[in-house]
């Protein structure tokens, strides 16, 4: 084989293949070398245009987006709430409450975000009207609430009379602070692609000037290079055909040279490894295939580009959906789950897989009449050098532990229903016996009946938290909302504790920040929430330990939060502390009966907050949760 004019230099003196190399190289690096000089001319002035452009583009960004966005999420948040009141004037009152206070959530901190971004003339005076009719709207919530409980006619005529015109003023003053600031973003717009113009007209005529030199000199240097790596491409493609016994002669030491040495050292390996025993290989690939297809739990194979590239039988039952190898599907339109299908993408772009809590890592999906939960998990397939290739779904069916565990709650109260009538008699018997026996009985019996009584008040307190959780879980508690300063309900939470604390030598401190301000809630519920974890605290905090007891205002939240310096949770045991039934003791070790924590997540999420705890063992915790700040009218 023969590698045309240059390779015929090698049969010349070796001075004068070195004089050669020399020649090329040099033509090579001036030719390269100037062709950088220019792309880095173009470089500069892209760089330069593209600075004046970015700085117009984010003040668009900076100072209308914002508001836009906080504006229609504020539309979306607004016409939810109103979709929740008709909900309720057709009986699902449940699910109003829900969708309405969820709604709020959304709205309160988007409009804070508004106020915090108000740029141009105007905004803040449509701002200010967004608040106020805001509180006008959840006054006639409020109302129209009360009016159900009396009459649901009276309650229709509110709606239309009160509600939904107030519903109408919300809307469209945020529709106008959309407007204003999409009017100003438009303006911006105008004088930024004014400059993409010229900064695009510009690098096009550096650019082109570029391109036309740097053409000129590719084309001298290929046909000095070509010639060659042409005669190898045709040898690679006979090797491709199977012509393993091809061999590149070569008559030198310089670059080609070697690149030849190389190219025939790669042939003999592909020549050893078609060699081998490929059947060992096919027959292990069937074995993992039949392994997959036994599995009971769905398994689901998908690359980096979201296709499926493989699934057990048991996924092909529960997607209904047959695999076929040649016709690869697309993720998404097997599952056919828009947010299922962004968690997934979202993992295998990133590599980095969600933490899931409560019942987040379940997949639901409804079929001819019927509805299956499916657990899944998620784990990476990595090449050898750890870069990610795909993803394998594992799917198990829980079907029967979900509907296990709906009968278990119906259980848990209805027995506590029926257990607290017999427990209250038993506990008015034992104080009968007691004052009827009094003096009669020695003190054996008066300590047995002692013991009686205190128990049976730990049973009857179980069954009480046991209905109040269940009549939260079901929507079904009254919240009788008012404005209270939140100092007001740290001060009263921490005065039932302040004797307690002085005799367990433990310092109980309150710090209230100035600005916190005023909220609506429940005031009886929230200080049981603080009460609880003020309790808590004092249980796991040693002698001569601190409690600090807090309230900040950040945005359109009030935080309070509980903090000891006690033993602290191991982490295990953090992401399931608001469980039902879990407690941990002092030991650190899992038990108990525990549902203060649980009744406390749902009291705060009746009233549109989270909670939290962030512990370290032997340091302490601290327990945090937010209430919506009640805006002014």
């Known amino acids: ?49 593209l600075r004046v452009l970015g700085r117009a583009g984010e003040a668009i960004l900076s100072e209308n987006y914002q ?83 009396q009459s649901p006619t009276q309650a229709l005529e509110y709606y239309h009379s009160n509600a939904q015109p107030t519903f109408s003023v919300v809307r469209d003053a945020t529709i106008q602070l959309q407007e204003i600031n999409q009017k100003t973003m438009f303006a911006a717009s105008t004088r930024a692609k004014r400059i993409a113009s010229w900064a695009a007209i510009s690098t096009i005529g550096i650019g082109g000037t570029a391109i036309l030199l740097g053409l000129v000199f590719s084309l001298v240097l290929s046909s000095l290079i070509t010639r060659p790596v042409r005669k ?33 050292a790669m042939v003999g390996r592909l020549q050893s490894y078609n060699r081998l025993n490929i059947g060992k290989i096919v027959e292990e690939k ?61 993992a295998v772009r990133t590599g980095k897989f969600p933490a899931f809590d409560n019942s987040g890592d379940t997949l639901t999906i409804e079929r001819d009449g019927l509805t299956r939960h499916y657990q ?29 565990d709906r009968l278990k709650d119906e259980f848990m109260m209805t ?12 506990a008015m018997s034992i104080g009968l016996l007691r004052e009827s026996l009094a003096g009669r009985i020695d003190k054996r019996d008066v300590e047995m009946l002692e013991v009686a009584e205190t128990e049976v008040g730990r049973l009857r307190s179980l069954v009480s938290d046991l209905l109040d959780l269940s009549k939260i879980e079901s929507g079904n508690i009254a919240l ?50 603080l009460s609880n974890l003020i309790a808590n605290a004092l249980r796991y905090t040693r002698p001569e330990g601190h409690i600090d007891v807090r309230s900040r205002r950040a945005g359109g939240f009030i935080y309070f939060s509980v903090a000891d310096d006690g033993a602290g949770i191991p982490p295990e045991f953090q992401s399931k502390i608001f469980d039902k039934f879990v407690r941990l ?48 009218a």
């Open 286 to 346: 069937r074995k993992n295939d039949a392994l997959i297809r036994s599995i009971d739990d769905g398994i689901l194979l998908i690359n980096d580009q979201l296709q499926v590239t493989n699934m057990n039988p048991a996924a092909e039952r529960m997607f209904d959906r047959r695999f076929v190898e040649s016709n690869p599907q697309h993720f998404l339109e097997l599952i056919g789950d828009t947010d299922f299908f962004a968690l997934v993408k979202k």
């Open 480 to 529: 009788k909302f008012e404005s209270i300063p939140a100092e007001t309900l740290v001060e009263k939470a921490c005065a039932l504790f302040t004797a307690q604390a002085v005799d367990k030598s433990i310092h109980l401190g309150r710090m209230v920040e100035e600005q916190t301000g005023v909220v609506t809630v429940d005031a009886d519920k929230i200080s049981w929430v």
């Open 1 to 49: 084989m023969r590698y045309g004019p240059i390779l015929t230099h090698f049969l010349y003196p070796s001075r004068y293949i070195c004089l050669q190399m020399q020649s090329l190289r040099i033509k090579i690096l001036l030719g390269y070398g100037l062709t950088l000089v220019l792309v880095a001319a173009v470089m500069l002035w892209a760089f330069l245009n």
């Open 232 to 264: 190898l491409s045709e040898a690679t493609q006979k090797i491709a055909e199977g012509s393993y016994e091809l061999r590149i002669e070569t008559g030198s030491k310089d670059e080609l040279g070697r690149l030849a040495e190389s190219f025939n």
């Open 415 to 426: 027995a506590s229903h029926e257990l607290k009538t017999p427990l209250t008699g038993i």
């Open 67 to 149: 508001s836009i966005l906080a504006a229609q999420k504020m539309i979306d948040a607004i016409g939810q709430q109103d979709s929740a009141l008709l909900l309720y004037l057709l009986g699902y009152r449940r699910e109003a409450v829900i969708q309405f206070a969820a709604s709020e959530g959304q709205f309160l901190p988007w409009l804070g975000r508004a106020r915090d971004n108000i740029t141009i003339e105007g905004e803040e005076q449509i701002v200010v009207a967004i608040s106020r009719s805001y509180q006008e709207y959840l006054q006639a919530y409020l109302e129209l609430t009360r009016l159900y409980g």
């Open 376 to 404: 899944f998990s998620l784990t990476p397939v990595l090449s050898p050098k750890h870069t990610q290739l795909g993803m394998v779904l594992l799917f198990r069916d829980i079907t029967r532990l979900k509907e296990i």
């Open 585 to 632: 003791d002092s030991d650190g070790s899992e038990g108990g009966t525990g549902l203060g924590l649980t009744i406390c997540r749902e009291i705060v999420r009746a009233h549109g907050g989270t909670i939290w705890v962030d512990s370290e063992v032997g340091k302490g915790s601290v327990f945090t949760f937010t209430i919506p700040v009640e805006r002014s």
